[in-house]
T-cell receptor, first 113, second 116 residues
Framework: DTAVSQTPKYLVTQMGNDKSIKCEQN?????MYWYKQDSKKFLKIMFS???????INETVPNRFSPKSPDKAHLNLHINSLELGDSAVYFC????????????FGPGTRLTVT | AQSVAQPEDQVNVAEGNPLTVKCTYS??????LFWYVQYPNRGLQFLLK??????LVKGSYGFEAEFNKSQTSFHLKKPSALVSDSALYFC?????FGAGANNLFFGTGTRLTVIP
């Protein structure tokens, strides 16, 4: 069984569209994350979320919003897509206890044309 | 602010030779440090972490890392490199508190190439 899964794996869309990326973890973790990896492979945290608190990286545009229907899922919604949103997006999860390592999904490659 | 730096974009090593991938950190308080590996078109895989205790931490696939407080370093090492170790390696440090307690700040990555 895949520990952290994401769908879709590839997403090609036009500027201005709204899209969602789904993430599910079956590890029983209580915290989930979204990261963006740009073309230079630089990784940046976008959000972290448990059932009590959402932490948003202040540099993330408000066009991006996480939605968590339950502890095992954290979906990423993106409105009004821009060319600069093209990147690979990774979902991850961990236990909330300090020092818990994160487990990453396989990534979603988003291409905005 | 918590941060890590990986001074080398690329490291080349011959198969069978020891390898080192460098990481230095800047933190206030006690650091929580991590190493991850990314193979092409894959997500990141956890290798090892340092929280407290022995300065030499052993991890997956024969990798280890040495925490050096005086040099603020956390270099990744392996005694004998394999071609299959060729990948992108990321050092990371924990930042944040509360729900963000496990938020990680990643270094810029080091591409390791093991030459047959």
């Amino acid at each position: 069984d895949t520990a952290v899964s994401q769908t879709p794996k590839y997403l090609v869309t036009q500027m201005g569209n709204d899209k969602s990326i789904k993430c599910e973890q079956n590890l029983g973790h209580d915290t989930m994350y979204w990261y963006k990896q740009d073309s230079k492979k630089f990784l940046k945290i976008m959000f972290s979320y448990n059932n009590k608190e959402l932490i948003i990286n202040e540099t993330v545009p408000n066009r991006f919003s996480p939605k968590s229907p339950d502890k095992a899922h954290l979906n990423l919604h993106i409105n009004s897509l821009e060319l600069g949103d093209s990147a690979v997006y990774f979902c991850a999860s961990s236990r909330i206890a300090g020092g818990g390592e994160q487990y990453f999904g396989p990534g979603t490659r988003l291409t905005v044309t | 602010a918590q941060s890590v730096a990986q001074p080398e974009d690329q490291v080349n090593v011959a198969e069978g030779n020891p390898l080192t991938v460098k990481c230095t950190y800047s933190v206030s308080g006690n650091p929580y440090l991590f190493w991850y590996v990314q193979y092409p078109n894959r997500g990141l895989q956890f290798l090892l972490k340092y929280i407290t205790g022995d300065n030499l931490v052993k991890g997956s696939y024969g990798f280890e890392a040495e925490f050096n407080k005086s040099q603020t370093s956390f270099h990744l090492k392996k005694p004998s490199a394999l071609v299959s170790d060729s990948a992108l390696y990321f050092c990371a440090v924990r930042v944040g508190f509360g729900a963000g307690a496990n938020n990680l700040f990643f270094g810029t990555g080091t591409r390791l190439t093991v030459i047959p």
